[in-house]
């Protein structure tokens, strides 16, 4: 069954401003990722987060994670028109496979 | 240069036929992958290989039948094609490790089904 649930499923936002998407879980989970897909492209890895960790920063990108809640957060800041993609959080759990989410949706306007 | 590459990039063709998708990594990764993404993007795992062997098969139809002839190539072939089979279809790549597994995906297969 599926894991991950991004929130909410379509963000639109102005050039400069932050985007915020979240993902909830409903099992254990060893580590959570998020990956972003550009319109007709394949996914690609933005970060991974573990278990033992509650917050991971890579550029503009701030991702937390809250095990107690299960759920996640993606903060991309000063947002830009090329940020414009869908964002999934897959979580792992060891030696199952990756489960997607649904993705958020975000258009960035210029 | 590219890292997971996947042929043909479109594939269109009459229900009832059967095709092939062909997808190459040169990254030395040891698993790869093949996922179906629906119309609503919803990312579904199909199967795993690892290092040529299966690991993972979800309850896929067995018209679909994943070949690997080598750890660097996993293909996808799929007898009596249906309507419903028209998805996205992306392989990836990785080697997981600790847990922990990073997948690359090739640029997707769109497979329309008439």
Redesign the interface.
């Known amino acids: 069954s599926q894991q991950g649930e991004e929130d909410p499923q379509a963000l639109s936002i102005q050039e400069g401003e932050n985007a915020t998407m979240n993902c909830s879980y409903k099992t254990s989970i060893n580590n959570l990722q998020w990956y972003r897909q550009n319109s007709g492209r394949g996914l690609v890895h933005l970060i991974l987060i573990r278990s033992n960790e509650r917050e991971k920063h890579s550029g503009r990108l701030r991702v937390t994670l809250d095990t107690s809640k299960k759920s996640s957060s993606l903060l991309i800041t000063a947002s830009r028109a090329a940020d414009t993609a869908s964002y999934f959080c897959a979580t792992g759990s060891g030696n199952t496979p990756l489960v997607f989410g649904k993705g958020t949706r975000l258009s960035v306007i210029a | 240069d590219t890292a997971?590459s996947q042929t043909p990039k479109y594939l269109v063709t009459q229900m009832g036929n059967d095709k092939s998708i062909k997808c190459e990594q040169n990254l030395g990764h040891d698993t790869m992958?093949w996922y179906k993404q629906d119309s609503?993007?919803?990312?579904?795992?199909m199967f795993?290989y690892n290092n040529k062997e299966l690991i993972?098969n979800e309850t896929v139809p067995n018209r679909f039948s994943p070949k690997s002839p080598d750890k660097a190539h996993l293909n996808l072939h799929i007898n009596s094609l249906e309507l419903g089979d028209s998805a996205v279809y992306?392989c990836?790549s990785s080697t997981?490790r600790g847990?922990?597994?990073?997948?690359?995906?090739?640029?997707?297969t769109r497979l329309t089904v008439l």
């Open positions: 997971v992958y609503k993007k919803f990312l579904k795992i795993s993972i992306f990836a997981p847990g922990e597994d990073t997948q690359y995906f090739g640029p997707g």
